[in-house]
């Protein structure tokens, strides 16, 4: 069974960085990927990329201020969050999927999230 454990939420000011961890055990998985969500709105596509991390999307808030990297020896992805705004405070989650050749990310298997404040 797929289990997906995120680390390295906190609070940060505006401005700074943060880098989340997601360590996957079970089996090697092809796709990994970040989403994000605040209450009351639905979780949105923050990035992902393939089995070495060689290919990447982002959602357009964060191209250039965010890094999706994979550790494939540790089954780790990372997300480096830099230049944070206060609207990047959610919860962000780890999750394993599908990502098609013109970058549309399906997830499947979800951690449970860690979450991100950024204050002003």
């Known amino acids: 069974q797929v289990q997906l454990v995120e680390s390295g939420g906190g609070l940060v000011q505006a401005g700074g960085s943060l880098r989340l961890s997601c360590a996957a055990s079970g089996r090697t998985f092809y796709s990994m990927g970040w989403f994000r969500q605040v209450p009351g709105k639905e979780r949105e596509f923050v990035a992902a990329c393939n089995w070495d991390g060689g290919i990447t999307y982002y959602t357009d808030s964060v191209k250039g201020r965010f890094t999706i990297s994979r550790d494939v020896a540790k089954n780790t992805i990372y997300l480096q969050m830099n230049s944070l705004k206060v609207e990047d405070t959610a919860v962000y989650y780890c999750?394993?999927?599908?990502?098609?050749?013109?970058?549309?990310?399906?997830?499947?298997?979800w951690g449970r999230g860690t979450q991100v404040t950024v204050s002003s």
């Open positions: 999750n394993t999927g599908n990502l098609g050749p013109s970058g549309d990310y399906r997830p499947s298997s």
